[in-house]
């Protein structure tokens, strides 16, 4: 089966690093719809990296418009003009909240071809009880029109279709995992490093982590935090780590061959989170060979059922102690738990098996 004659739009509000995982998520989605024999294009609001990231997208076309006031809703009129005249014959959104949303729904009732949301765990308790006021003016003013006009809802994991259930009343997601990138060389040792790679934002838990930190006697081993995001959450982060002496530090955002580095040469990676979809970054540490340190919020329970995942909790004694477990593991337990890790990211998680499901997907959808 081939995606061969379907032209397939890809929403999103960011087509650049500042979306985060999400934007991960949609460059393998255009991947994989290219090597089916489809044609993807991706739409998005313009934000400051866009120009810059374009070229991780490949021989995607890629269309950003410029939003009107604030950027929350991200109100860009040219959006919907350019959806309806791209004759497209599926329109798949990734992330929630703003205004492609609304374009997104617009589309969907103007041409009646289907229509695809990924929220990419943003129906997350965690994230809906922030911010409940805008989020309620979102759900009245065009969420709940997207949700209705979606031909299917997409959860990456079976915890997300609770959510998604939960939020919409419907019970009919397609249940379709990320995918991880190629797998690396195989790696022969650990390195000696921690990682946290990924947005600097309350929900990431750094806070917790850097205590945790402090009280380890962790030698010579460092803890290496990378990453972007919000000045006042930037700032808050290079107080901690300032504060927490010379083995942790701070290198802002890193990308392409600095980030492959960082995760190749990496002990362990590590996400305290109190709330993610299903990150990329995990399934990027696991294709390195690289095993993780991960909360129960970041929904793969296959990396703890393997080994390729050690379990922390939220606390810095939980975290403490799942830290100093990674720091004193031998040699061949590493070694175990890194074949686990790029194990996973070769089976389930591999861009062949969850191009198979969107291909089927997408294929059921357009006929």
């Given at each position: 089966m081939t995606l061969a004659g379907l032209r397939i739009g890809l929403l999103t509000a960011s087509a650049s690093r500042a979306g985060g995982g999400v934007f991960e998520a949609v460059v393998r989605q255009a991947d994989l719809i290219r090597a089916a024999g489809g044609a993807p294009c991706v739409f998005a609001l313009t934000d400051e990296h866009v120009q810059a990231d374009r070229a991780r997208l490949g021989d995607t076309p890629v269309r950003d418009f410029r939003v009107r006031g604030p950027k929350q809703p991200g109100w860009a009129p040219g959006l919907l003009r350019a959806l309806l005249a791209a004759e497209l014959d599926l329109l798949?959104?990734?992330?929630?909240?703003?205004?492609?949303?609304?374009?997104g729904a617009r589309w969907a009732r103007a041409t009646r071809r289907p229509y695809i949301v990924s929220p990419h765990g943003m129906l997350d308790p965690w994230i809906t009880e922030r911010g409940r006021a805008k989020k309620a003016l979102a759900r009245w003013g065009y969420e709940r029109a997207s949700w209705r006009e979606a031909a299917a809802l997409h959860a990456l994991t079976q915890a997300e279709a609770a959510d998604i259930s939960r939020e919409t009343g419907r019970e009919d997601s397609l249940v379709i995992p990320n995918a991880a990138p190629s797998l690396a060389p195989a790696r022969a040792r650990a390195g000696q490093g921690i990682?946290?790679?990924g947005r600097i934002h309350p929900k990431k838990n750094l806070a917790a982590l850097?205590?945790?930190w402090r009280g380890l006697a962790a030698g010579e081993a460092t803890l290496t935090i990378a990453g972007w995001g919000g000045a006042a959450d930037v700032a808050a982060l290079e107080r901690d780590v300032a504060a927490a002496g010379s083995s942790v530090r701070f290198v802002g955002a890193v990308h392409g061959e600095a980030k492959d580095a960082l995760l190749r040469d990496a002990r362990a990676l590590i996400?305290?989170?109190f709330s993610e979809g299903l990150p990329m970054v995990i399934l990027e540490?696991?294709?390195?060979g690289t095993p993780t340190v991960i909360t129960a919020q970041c929904n793969l329970p296959d990396g703890l059922a393997t080994g390729a995942a050690l379990a922390c909790g939220h606390d810095a004694v939980s975290i403490g102690t799942a830290l100093a477990t990674t720091l004193q593991m031998k040699d061949t337990e590493w070694q175990r738990r890194s074949a686990a890790a790029q194990g996973l990211a070769a089976s389930r998680f591999s861009l062949e098996r969850v191009s198979m499901q969107w291909t089927q997907a997408y294929r059921r959808l357009a006929e």
């Open positions: 798949h959104l990734h992330g929630i909240w703003l205004y492609p949303s609304y374009a990682v946290y790679l850097i205590t945790a996400l305290p989170s540490a696991w294709a390195a």
